[in-house]
């Protein structure tokens, strides 16, 4: 079940850590009975390959690599030779082929046999070439990944907790292996080649045509000139050739028995700045012929090995279990133990995610657990060695202190609040709606909202449009002391005043910030826009909408559209919705792009002046027609940074690719208002 959640539904239901142990221990019951079942995850690779993507059957399987966590074991593993130490890349492998300097083909790993035909998604990687130099077919693989800059601004933007993506890993995964590649160009994707398999020069009639079914292995007489392989004699080589095509390379050192340590030690230091995931190393024989001489085994190539981190595990004391309830009514438990060092930093939390996880560590206070950083980074449970199994699941919400209930969601347990009216939700719920992104209400913290609800004058969203008479009371008791004086702490004249104007400028808007501003499940910013767009602006249309007419908006899908029509066929809903659109004036947006940065892709760091804040930056970027990114790569156009002198990472990664580096000022000359 962990392995099907973990490869093929792009979700986890146990960590990294318990399913290497679980793997390992796989392997030791196979040696010591002599059985092995068919459907070992020892005897294979990758996912089976259930979508709806179009299949292609490899050249030759892709087998998983042997690994270590010893980096003495890597020493012994390279003898003598000489070989090319590089980072092992977490994302989705993906096997690409070139043919008259255009991308021909792009097919993921699968289940090492089988792959899915992306090459659509592909064409929207961030920084893949679509165009290269050489006219042969050229085939290479690589990691397609999303960067951790990326990953946390998509999460950023989704209010819920629990429904923020878990890792870049299996976003990416559902990213690249989508029908829809309009929804892959918007996660940012990049890809970062790590092998040369061949290059062969092609016969005249030599172009061949994209598969839409499990096709095998192209070794037609007709297509190609000659059978000659790359004619390079090591790994180096052919990064190298790679990285003067235009592909960005995965970061690889040269090493011996003797510097592979101290190779390995520069590599870990590096972790905590890295922008891209990864979870360990890959070692491979330089010399191309001596590696493919070795062969393979039935599991693993014998010219590569992998080299997994040895999590630093310490052991603390747990010490409480802080359950924090949600605008959906799910209560997410974090785990709360003595302060320990891990990686060079004082951990004292880390969340649990959900009951099953509680009930398989037996949890109970003050217990001993042992913690450690997944990939370094994530601080995690990773035994609890007590095992007293004494924890108190909730029976009553954090916050209303009604009922609690325990559900089933995706193979896990979850525990939820059954108050509807529950303080929490409404808190949530407000904040969300007054969140930047949103109704971009300054100064409406999530403190304020908690005062005014007991108070008793926020009741629902349209409420915050009133306050004009508790702004009175407040006057009030500026002028004289009442019996109110406790009540109204915290809430001065002036601060109070700032607060009625931001949501008096709140009341203009657009319709598409209003849609997300209502927490819909599933809707997101980027989709009020386009659904927005589709519905030229007009809100009661939107409210009366189709789940098949939504479903013909190109980046709308079957959840997403599920979800606005269920929450539209709520009266209250539409009620609420009716009551806020009569409070506000609706900006008249264009539904058609201002192409005046069509096609140009930019990068936004440092602080902004001209602009409220980053997000109104973007926004003015996208209404042009440009698109932004959150890192520097070698198809950003333009990296915008008012200091555009500093040495920040950004500014250097600009300069080695020739990148113009603009400030503000630059930026609204280039279009046109500067």
């Known amino acids: ?39 070992s995850p020892t005897q294979r690779a990758g996912y089976e390959v259930v979508s709806d993507l179009p299949k292609f059957r490899h050249d030759a399987p892709m087998l998983s690599l042997d690994k270590t966590k010893d980096a003495g074991a890597l020493a012994d593993w390279l003898g003598d030779m000489e070989g090319m130490l590089s980072w092992k890349m977490d994302g989705l492998t993906v096997v690409l082929t070139y043919r008259n300097g255009e991308l021909f083909r792009a097919v993921t790993r699968g289940n090492g046999e089988v792959g899915e035909v992306v090459t659509n998604n592909a064409k929207t990687f961030v920084n893949l070439p679509k165009k290269i130099a050489d006219r042969r077919e050229l085939v290479l693989r690589g990691e397609a990944v999303i960067l951790y800059s990326d990953f946390e601004e998509i999460n950023r933007k989704i209010p819920e907790e629990s429904a923020k993506y878990k890792n870049p890993r299996n976003l990416c995964s559902g990213a690249v292996r989508q029908l829809n590649s309009k929804i892959t160009a918007e996660r940012n994707v990049n890809f970062f080649a790590f092998s040369l398999i061949h290059i062969r020069e092609l016969a005249a009639n030599g172009a061949g045509e994209v598969e839409s079914e499990i096709a095998e292995p192209e070794i037609q007489e007709q297509i190609y000139a000659s059978e000659e392989m790359d004619g390079y004699a090591t790994r180096e080589e052919q990064m190298t050739y790679l990285s003067a095509l235009g592909f960005e390379v995965v970061e690889s050192k040269k090493v011996t028995g003797s510097s592979i340590a101290e190779t390995v030690k520069t590599f870990s230091a590096k972790i905590a700045d890295n922008d891209f995931p990864s979870d360990g190393l890959v070692l491979t024989f330089n010399d191309i012929a001596y590696g493919r001489s070795l062969g393979r085994t039935s599991k693993f190539p014998r010219h590569s090995i992998a080299f997994k981190w040895a999590d630093e595990i310490m052991e603390t004391t747990l010490l409480e279990i802080e359950w924090s309830a949600s605008r959906t009514g799910l209560i997410n438990p974090v785990a709360i133990f003595e302060p320990v060092e891990l990686e060079g ?33 994530i601080p995690q449970l990773a035994d609890n060695l007590t095992r007293s199994n004494q924890l108190v699941i909730p029976k009553c919400c954090p916050v209303c202190e009604q009922d609690t209930v325990i559900v089933q969601e995706n193979d896990v347990k979850v525990l939820k609040c059954k108050n509807p009216e529950c303080p929490a939700k409404k808190i949530k719920s407000f904040a969300h709606f007054a969140a930047r992104d949103a109704m971009n209400i300054d100064g409406l913290s999530e403190a304020t909202i908690e005062k005014l609800i007991d108070l008793h004058y926020l009741h629902t969203l349209t409420d915050l449009f009133h306050l004009e008479q508790f702004m009175k009371e407040i006057e009030e008791e500026s002028k004289r002391k009442t019996d109110k004086k406790e009540e109204f702490k915290g809430f001065g004249v002036k601060s109070f005043q700032n607060l009625i104007d931001a949501v008096e400028t709140a009341r203009t808007t657009t319709v598409a910030k209003l849609i997300y501003s209502l927490g819909v499940a599933n809707i997101g910013l ?15 249309e939107i409210m009366n909408c189709k789940a098949e007419d939504l479903l013909t908006i190109d980046g709308i899908g079957g959840v997403i559209a599920d979800s606005l029509v269920a929450f539209f066929a709520e009266e209250k809903n539409r009620k609420l919705v009716e009551e806020l659109s009569a409070e506000m004036t609706f900006l008249e947006e264009s539904t058609t792009s201002n192409s005046t940065l069509e096609g140009k892709v930019f990068v936004i760091t440092g ?68």
């Open 1 to 39: 079940m962990a392995l099907k959640a973990y490869e093929e539904e792009n979700r986890e239901i146990i960590s990294n850590r318990e399913y290497d142990e679980l793997y390992d221990r796989l392997i030791i019951l196979e040696e010591e009975t002599g059985t092995i079942l068919a459907n």
């Open 345 to 377: 930093t004082t951990v004292s939390r880390a969340s649990l995610h959900n009951i099953s996880i509680i009930e398989g560590l037996q949890l109970g206070l003050n217990d001993r657990i042992t913690v450690y950083k997944a990939n370094m980074i």
């Open 526 to 540: 980027s989709n009020a826009k386009l659904i927005s767009k589709h519905y030229n602006n007009k809100l009661d």
């Open 607 to 674: 602080s902004v002046e001209h602009f409220a804040n980053r997000d109104e930056l973007k926004d003015f970027i996208e209404k042009h027609g440009g698109k932004t990114t959150g890192s520097v790569t070698s198809k950003t156009h333009y990296l915008i940074n008012n200091d555009t002198a500093s040495g920040s990472s950004k500014n250097k990664k600009a300069k080695e690719l020739g990148i113009p580096i603009l400030s503000e000022e630059d930026f609204l000359v280039l279009v046109g208002e500067g």
